[in-house]
């Protein structure tokens, strides 16, 4: 997973309430197993006016690293490939009154930095063209902007900042005692770790 430490990058907004995964990653894309180009279907009736692609749409490939989103975004199924999909376009953080539970979860998963936000912060944010999000000092800027403080849980946090895994989080976090509980089981009972 990459690090996510500071990011600044111009604003897309998408203010709408309740966007789905459904809208995010349309259900007829789930049988592309692939995580790369996966961009390409984010948003797919949003972003199109048939087969043709809108340029007005706020959320084009690699132009905005930030998304301003309406409460509630993400809600709906739990399909990894929405988030996916968000980083793909290169979307590495998402700024929310609200999240689904499971997409928020799967943010923090795949290195994309989900924060919530109050209305009154968010739209305050809405009018700034760059924003800096520092995940170091829980503080997002930007030009004529009182800087605007956000918390992460501390172990998403540290999991965000060096690049780790759910399986790396645990072995940094909890190391120590599975290290003992392994030393504990070989001395109760040797014969398990017995080579034949």
């Known amino acids: 997973m990459e690090k ?20 995010i990653f349309p259900a007829r894309f789930l049988l592309i197993t692939e995580k790369t180009g996966l961009g390409r279907y984010a948003f797919y009736e949003k972003r199109r006016d048939g087969e043709i692609e809108r340029p007005d749409f706020p959320l084009q490939t690699g132009r905005c690293g930030i998304l301003l989103a309406g409460d509630n975004f993400g809600c709906g199924s739990s399909r990894e490939q929405a988030v996916w999909a968000l980083l793909d376009l290169g979307v590495r953080c998402i700024i929310a009154p609200s999240f689904g539970e499971i997409f928020q979860a799967n943010c923090y ?17 809405r009018a700034i063209g760059d924003l800096t999000v520092d995940l170091e000092a829980g503080r997002i800027s930007g030009a004529g902007l009182e800087p605007i403080a956000f918390e992460v849980p501390d172990w998403r946090r540290d999991a965000l900042l060096n690049g780790w895994d759910e399986v790396l989080t645990l072995l940094h976090s909890q190391g120590d005692k599975i290290t003992a509980f392994e030393t504990a089981r070989r001395a109760e009972a040797p014969w398990l770790f017995e080579k034949d």
């Open 109 to 125: 998963r795949n290195g994309l930095l989900p924060i919530t936000l109050s209305e009154t912060s968010w739209s305050a944010l």
């Open 4 to 23: 996510f430490i500071r990011l600044t990058s111009p604003v897309a907004c998408l203010p709408d309430r309740d966007i789905d995964t459904d809208i």
